[in-house]
């Protein structure tokens, strides 16, 4: 039975205390995608903080941006857009109230 797998970047793919993928999570992933299961990428960070070397994984797609933002073999099939009249206000009042904030 296929299965689809998500997996997260930080703390879950990536080991920060050693800076790599582990060969375990690799050999995993790799024989994941040989039993036939669907592998995505999951992450709250946005395409282009993502670095190149995760898309060389064995998978079928990424999930950007905690949703926004989702890939699948490499072409988009959803893009989540914020109404721009909304995003004003809010660029407005950050502003107004000195309030640092950044954009995605």
Do not use: W
């Not at 993928?21 to 709250?44: D, M, R, W, Y």
């Amino acid at each position: 039975m296929k299965k689809y797998v998500f997996i997260d970047i930080d703390g879950t793919l990536f080991d920060h205390q050693h800076h790599e993928v582990p060969q375990s999570a690799l050999a995993a992933l790799k024989q994941a995608k040989e039993n036939g299961h669907e592998l995505f990428i999951c992450t709250g960070r946005p395409k282009p903080v993502v670095e190149s070397s995760y898309l060389k994984l064995p998978i079928s797609g990424v999930v950007y941006a905690g949703g926004t933002h989702i890939e699948l073999d490499g072409k988009v099939i959803y893009q989540g857009q914020f109404p721009y009249d909304r995003l004003c206000e809010i660029v407005d009042y950050m502003q107004e109230n000195d309030i640092e904030f950044t954009l995605e």
